[in-house]
């Protein structure tokens, strides 16, 4: 919808049009247009020449009272001479001080001369106006804007009172004052300038007339403001209308006119416009030879205008063609400015044409001038900075990155401070500074510039302007380094999509982002279709480009990789053989893509068999990797993890191992620094991406297999085991603590996304959303991936380094006599299997020991198998001990045999161990692992390290027995509110997305609420202080509404899991296609599939998504992460199934324990599988007798469960051992040993 101002302004020149057609200037002077189009139409110039001379002149006579009346204000007396010629000696001073650097002095010279005018010939002279103009232009130069605009008001003032508002005099100051507001940040002040200059047009059409010189010009800038405002589209349409006013009054062979066509094509271009832009710079060029005859400073920008055009479209040879006889005739007529310009466009071609040589000479050539001639004016420094950014470009593309860096960044910061963030050429700036931290590794710091440019060219060019589109290029580039694949390939398939339709399917912008596309078919093994695209890539640069261009020999060397990939080796040897050489011929032997072409040609010797030249070219590389790109660099780690490959092949396995183990704590710095600067997407990302990286080293630490195997693996754990946990809970209690107002307000932010994205989850598609509702729903994510960024990188100051945690810092927490067993899931190559490092601590030493377990199938299928017979109410005790013993022997039996009677164990499981009731294991001598061992369940080896977080020492707070069909949680108003939604969205056919949860229903559990009541009793008893709620007010908000960690918080209630509901997806993909949508699918966060249940839940269930979901009567497990948590004790989840979730290997399970962990929980009480409500109470009532007494809670668990095994009653591990208790004290300051 046409804004109001925009409708104002355009009702302006369609007024002023009318004007124009009706003037009678226009009507008289009618006859003079048609002679210089005749003469024009037959060739004579002369005759244009001529007609239009009179036409300036007719149009640019002025009323004798604008003459008058300036005549009137020079008037000077004796006192007026004296006062001149002490204005002369004072604006001396001012130009000596001005070139001596002395600023103040000239300041004090200035405002003298202002004094002196104003007290010898008064406000209303013209002296006295011109000495204030002049000072506020003083003050704008300098950058001091308030000053500057208070200046130019005091001046229009003076002008308003000597001529009148409608002089031209008056209306030039009222221009510069508008000129200090169009450089504000804030729009409301270029909105108000751009309101101020249609006033001005509007004086000047009535005292000169609508087609003078100044008032065509004021209608000019007055368009032009909204380019200042990012609305390029409404002033294309003013602007339009201006210079069809101006054709009808001029004719089309007028500069006023051929002029007004410039800046239209201008336009055009700047909004990718580029066939219209064409068509006009081709116009003028046709017009330009009779409105202005002859090599001059306008006729050679339109040319060079044209030729950026044609290197916009892909048409080089023309634009460099173009370019090189505007240069020839700049030099003809002395234009240096013309040829400075020309050069400029040049050496972009160059650039992109790979002659880098050339382009980095021209473009130093055009910079070193521009630092001569353009830095001093804000007119002239955009195009300073834009040929930094060039020089950059092509430092980058030369593998000068340092050199690259500085110029790009301080490009940046001259355009931000001096035009604004949302300027192109600002957002140009920004683009490429992320897109070089990309290349070069720096993923933390280009993530949020990328992001910075996509918003900002989405909000000032829409979504297919060109400039867009290579912002999302550049975004998806870095999601695929992220390992992000998912949200890559749709933003390189819409980037695609948009190249085509505007710049055709075969331009080299269009073919570079397939190279992109078809590189992360490589990353996603998706190899036929990686070697097609490459293909066709290599054939169409080669055609546009050469052979020899920089993209086409990445091309090449990249159809090399996917061949190899693919098994062809010859042929990908010989590709990256020869784009090896052509990139050590034209760019040098330490350039980025030569070391890309040596890494990836030893990999193909690798794999012939030809070990030693592989281990020539995979040493070479890595030595110039780390020289030119760094430790952490992507193709260090390759070089570096390749050459360990090949000295494993010599047979030096021991130094291959040393070698990827080094690889490995470089990758540990480089996740310390990543994992904290994004969001959960691409932190998942990251580890996914590089996870074949640590199962390669492990391999080899197997098959090494020494006495360093066992603490390698350990070290191993200890640094990637529940990392995101780790990182994402640390974020979580910072922002939870801090007083930062900058990390409160991200925080707030973020608990209001998740609560959209749970609420639009559960609605499914609502009216709003309809068939977009895929792309509202990523949209969310998107948003609070975004959040999660920006909080992780403003909590990153307080992060703990993962990369200095090792067994050595490990082993002074582990209690003497105890051991350590840290299960870690592992892949080599297509055989699966589960690893085992095992510290034993004894007599103040540390021995370590690696068990393998070969056949991960055999133990995932004996976990699972034992679940199903505990929880098989028909199923005998005989059955379910001989399943219990076959788990025992398939896990167990084997630490047995190294720990020995060692009691104390921390255990780490990983993968589907963590459903393991590891304490129910029994021995063929029917004992219990309980009996026999005190295990003490960790996420990761890391919790046993101290850190900064401490305790809460807040009350006990209960929720138990809520009342699941209370109808008064939820008003009666919000409830038909949400029958309205539900009502709406049948008649629009759309169906529910939230089936599962909807579907919801839970039968009352009396023995939670007096599971409760008991508990409470035990802790008054204690003079414990606590906070209690049953029935109808254990209410969901009650969490949510805590001022202060509780100490416990204790829940007794239903619990749930649901499995992922594959319909729902496929429903979603179908509202997509529909759409015709381009968003990656839609995820499933299991987060949303797990919670608990609280009062009001069955009333309110079917309308989950419409209502609040603060008090919804369910708490998934998302919303448990903004819950006040931080530093609590001990949570009990007294529900079914609360410890079950989605299992992800090396993060554990996806469910409420992680929640309430990642909420920064201390230790986590869950269950199972569904349990007994009597067993439950009975557990749960020894288990808080003894947590009350002050009995550490893991210590009270396991006493409990050993007194129920010798229960007739609840002697059944069914019941006793359905519980589990994660985490630990240690981590949080408090040592239970």
């Not at 974020?731 to 707030?748: F, G, M, V, W, Y």
Request: charged share 25%; net charge negative; glycine share 8%.
């Amino acid at each position: 919808m046409m804004k109001k101002r925009h409708f104002s302004l355009l009702a302006l020149s369609l007024m002023l049009t009318v004007t124009v057609m009706h003037s009678p200037d226009v009507i008289a002077n009618a006859a003079l247009v048609e002679q210089a189009t005749r003469a024009a139409e037959q060739g004579d110039i002369e005759g244009v020449v001529i007609a239009n001379e009179r036409l300036s002149l007719l149009y640019s006579e002025e009323p004798a009272w604008v003459a008058d009346a300036l005549e009137a204000a020079s008037v000077l007396d004796e006192d007026g001479e004296e006062a001149a010629m002490i204005l002369e000696e004072l604006i001396a001073e001012a130009n000596d001080a001005a070139v001596a650097g002395d600023l103040e002095a000239v300041l004090e010279a200035k405002q003298a001369a202002q004094e002196v005018a104003m007290d010898f010939l008064g406000p209303e002279h013209i002296v006295t106006i011109n000495v204030t103009v002049d000072l506020g232009f003083f003050y704008l130069k300098n950058g001091m804007g308030d000053p500057a605009l208070s200046t130019f008001g005091d001046a229009q003032q003076m002008a308003a009172a000597a001529f009148g508002d409608d002089h031209p005099v008056t209306v030039d100051v009222a221009l510069q004052a508008t000129n200090v507001m169009e450089l504000s940040p804030n729009p409301e002040f270029i909105e108000e300038a751009q309101i101020r200059r249609d006033d001005l047009a509007s004086l000047l059409a009535e005292s000169l007339g609508p087609m003078h010189p100044e008032t065509v010009h004021m209608r000019i800038v007055a368009a032009e403001t909204f380019v200042s405002l990012g609305e390029y589209e409404v002033a294309l349409d003013v602007l339009s209308e201006v210079c069809s006013d101006v054709g009808t009054a001029h004719g089309e062979y007028h500069r006023q006119y051929t002029g007004c066509l410039k800046k239209m094509g201008l336009l055009m271009f700047d909004l990718g416009q580029l066939a219209d832009a064409e068509r006009t710079f081709l116009l003028i060029s046709e017009r330009m030879g009779f409105a202005n005859p002859g090599v001059n400073e306008f006729t050679l920008e339109n040319l060079t205008l044209l030729a950026d055009v044609y290197r916009q479209q892909g048409r080089y040879a023309e634009s460099q063609e173009l370019l090189a006889g505007v240069a020839e005739l700049s030099v003809l007529a002395g234009e240096v400015e013309s040829l400075m310009v020309a050069k400029s466009y040049q050496g972009a071609n160059f650039n992109i044409l790979g002659e880098l040589t050339m382009a980095q000479m021209v473009t130093e050539d055009v910079l070193d001038y521009g630092y001569r001639h353009w830095a001093d004016s804000p007119d002239t420094a955009e195009n300073l900075y834009n040929n930094q950014l060039s020089l950059g470009d092509i430092y980058r593309r030369l593998g000068k990155l340092p050199d690259a860096e500085a110029l790009i960044e301080g490009a940046r910061v001259g355009l931000s401070s001096t035009y604004g963030d949302l300027v192109p050429s600002s957002l140009t700036a920004t683009n490429a500074l992320g897109q070089l931290y990309e290349q070069i590794g720096l993923y933390d710091a280009a993530e949020p510039l990328l992001r910075q440019a996509v918003a900002g060219f989405e909000q000032v060019f829409g979504l297919e302007h060109p400039d867009t589109v290579a912002s999302r290029n550049n975004l998806a580039l870095l999601f695929e380094s992220q390992g992000n694949f998912r949200e890559a390939e749709p933003l390189y398939q819409v980037s695609i999509d948009t190249y085509e339709n505007l710049l055709g399917p075969e331009h080299p912008d269009t073919i570079a982002i397939k190279n992109n596309l078809a590189f992360l078919y490589i990353l996603m093994e998706d190899f036929e279709q990686s070697t097609d695209m490459f293909m066709d890539v290599q054939a169409s640069w080669e055609t546009s480009l050469g052979a020899d261009n920089p993209s086409t020999l990445a091309a090449t060397n990249n159809l090399g990789r996917s061949l190899h990939k693919m098994g062809e080796l010859e042929v990908a040897g010989e590709l990256i053989s020869e784009a090896l050489a052509l990139r050590q011929q034209t760019l040098g032997d330490e350039h980025p893509d030569v070391i890309r072409s040596l890494i990836d040609l030893g990999g193909v010797q690798l794999d012939a068999g030809n070990i030693d030249e592989a281990r020539a070219l995979l040493g070479d590389a890595l030595e110039k990797a780390e020289k030119v790109l760094g430790k952490l660099h992507p193709y260090t780690f390759d070089a570096l993890n390749l050459l360990a490959d090949v000295l494993a092949a010599k047979g030096n396995l021991q130094a291959a191992v040393d070698l990827k183990e080094l690889g490995f704590q470089r990758r540990s710095q480089f996740l310390d620094r990543m994992l904290w600067t994004t969001g959960e997407n691409a932190r998942e990302g990251y580890m996914r991406l590089h996870r074949p990286e640590l199962n390669h080293y492990l391999s080899m630490v197997v098959e090494l297999n020494d006495e360093t195997s066992g603490r390698r693996l350990i070290d191993a754990s200890l640094q990637r085991k529940g990392l995101l946990l780790k990182v994402t809970s640390e974020i979580q209690q910072i922002a939870t603590l801090s007083r930062d107002p900058e990390l409160k307000a991200l925080a707030d932010g973020l608990v209001e996304a998740r609560q959209e994205l749970a609420s639009l989850t559960l609605s499914g598609p609502t009216a709003e959303t309809g068939e977009n509702h895929a792309a509202f729903l990523y949209e969310l994510e998107q948003r609070v991936n975004e959040l999660q960024s920006q909080l992780g990188r403003a909590s990153a100051r307080y992060r703990t380094s993962i990369a200095e945690v090792n067994t050595s810092r490990l082993e002074n927490y582990l209690a003497e006599g105890s051991a350590l067993i840290d299960f870690v899931s592992h892949e080599d190559g297509e055989n699966n299997e589960i690893l085992a490092g095992i510290a034993i601590k004894e007599d103040g030493e540390v021995f370590y020991e690696l068990l393998r377990y070969a056949d991960r199938d055999s133990i995932e299928e004996a976990v699972l198998e034992y679940r199903t017979f505990i929880q098989d109410d028909l199923a005998d005790d005989e059955e379910i001990l001989e399943v219990g013993q076959l788990a025992y022997e398939v896990v167990w039996a084997p630490i047995v045999e190294i720990i020995d009677d060692i009691e104390y164990v921390y255990m780490i499981p990983d993968g589907v161990l963590n459903i393991l009731p590891f304490n129910a294991l029994v021995s063929y001598d029917e004992v219990y692992v309980l009996e026999t061992n005190d295990l003490h369940m960790l996420t990761s080896a890391r919790d046993l390290l101290p850190n900064e977080f401490r305790l809460a020492d807040g009350e006990y707070v209960i929720l138990a027995g809520p009342d699941y069909d209370s109808e008064d949680v939820v008003s009666t108003e919000e409830i038909e509110l949400a029958k309205g939604k539900r009502s709406t969205a049948a008649q629009l056919g759309l169906r529910g997305a939230g089936g599962g949860l909807r579907g919801l229903n839970f039968p009352p559990l009396p023995g939670a609420a007096e599971e409760g009541r008991i508990i409470n009793e035990q802790v008054e008893k204690r003079d414990q202080v606590s906070s209690v709620f049953f029935g109808e007010i254990a209410q969901e908000k009650v969490l949510g509404e805590m001022d202060a960690a509780p100490e416990i918080l204790h829940m007794a209630t239903h619990g749930f899991f649901l499995e992922a509901d594959d319909n729902l997806r496929k429903r979603l993909l179908k509202l997509q296609r529909g759409a015709d949508l381009h968003v990656p699918p839609p995820g499933d966060n299991p987060l949303l599939r797990a919670g608990l249940a609280f009062a009001g839940i069955n009333t309110n269930a079917q309308f989950l998504g419409d209502i609040d979901t603060n008090n919804d009567g369910v708490l998934t497990a998302l919303e448990v992460l903004d819950l006040n948590l931080s530093g609590t004790k001990l949570v009990v989840l007294s529900a079914c199934e609360t410890g079950l979730g989605e299992i992800h290997e090396g993060e554990g399970v996806y469910g409420l324990r992680r929640s309430f962990q990642e909420a920064g929980v201390a230790e986590v009480v869950s269950s199972l599988w569904e349990v007994s409500d009597a067993g439950t109470q009975a557990l749960m009532t020894d288990f808080y007798d003894r947590v009350v007494g002050g009995m550490p809670a893991r210590e009270a668990l396991r006493e409990t469960q050993l007194e129920m095994m010798d229960s007739p009653e609840w002697g059944f591990p069914y019941i006793w051992s359905a519980f589990m208790i994660t985490g630990s004290y240690e981590s949080a300051g408090f040592n239970v040993n």
